[in-house]
């Protein structure tokens, strides 16, 4: 069984371009969340999303990020005119969903580097 | 709002040497607590949980006790390896308030010299 597959792993982009980043949770889980690690910091939760909504939302930046997760396919959390500060890791997450307190499986992130 | 403070790190031990690293929390209602380990270049593992006051988690040597009255769930291992060198993650979710996002604490990094 699969876990958690995030790509790329590495992205490199240049100030002012477009990040996507993908996220395919695992076998049988209908819930994602992001998160995004700053250097030699903790993870901070972004979005968290079911097939077709977004539940929660609220440590998204209210500017230039957006995140999907359609019925078919992975999810994706979009960066757009991306800055120096966006340099991070990205951390996406799946959970079963059939409690309130189940775990999360983590993917091995994206690591983003805007020049 | 919910948070968790760890011990800054990083911690540097000698092979079998006694492991504890510190973390306490604050939540509106009755978390759900994590470790989280995070090895170098990869995402993280779940290393142990507790979900309600007392529960003790276990797991590959590491030990957790869920205590309410200190509001603490530190983590423990009696003879440390090389190999768990790492940065560990403390973690909560507060399933009664009907967020499910994890509230991580910053991480302490964890090197074990032979």
């Known amino acids: 069984n699969a876990g958690v597959m995030q790509n790329p792993r590495h992205l490199v982009r240049r100030r002012g371009q477009e990040a996507r980043l993908r996220c395919s949770p695992m076998?049988?889980?209908?819930?994602v969340y992001w998160y995004r690690q700053l250097p030699e910091e903790g993870l901070k939760f972004m979005v968290y999303?079911?097939?077709?909504?977004?539940?929660?939302e609220s440590g998204m930046p209210k500017e230039r990020f957006s995140a999907e997760f359609p019925k078919e396919g992975p999810s994706i959390l979009r960066i757009q005119q991306v800055v120096r500060g966006d340099s991070a890791a990205y951390f996406c997450a799946s959970s079963p969903g059939t409690s309130g307190s189940d775990e999360q499986f983590f993917g091995p992130g994206t690591r983003l580097t805007v020049l | 709002g919910d948070s968790v403070t760890q011990m800054e790190g990083p911690v540097t031990l000698s092979e079998e040497a006694f492991l504890t690293i510190n973390c306490t929390y604050t939540?509106?209602?009755?978390?759900?607590l994590f470790w989280y380990v995070q090895y170098p270049g990869e995402g993280l593992q779940l290393l142990l949980k507790?979900?309600?006051?007392?529960d003790k988690g276990s797991n590959k040597g590491f030990e957790a006790t869920y205590r309410k009255e200190t509001t603490s769930f530190h983590l423990e291992k009696g003879s440390v390896q090389v190999s768990d060198s790492a940065v560990y993650f403390c973690a909560l979710s507060d399933p009664d308030t009907g967020r499910r996002a994890l509230t991580f604490g910053s991480g302490t990094r964890l090197q074990v010299q032979p």
């Open positions: 507790a979900t309600k006051a007392d």
């Open positions: 939540a509106t209602g009755y978390p759900s």
């Open positions: 076998k049988g889980h209908s819930h």
């Open positions: 999303l079911q097939k077709e909504n977004i539940i929660d």
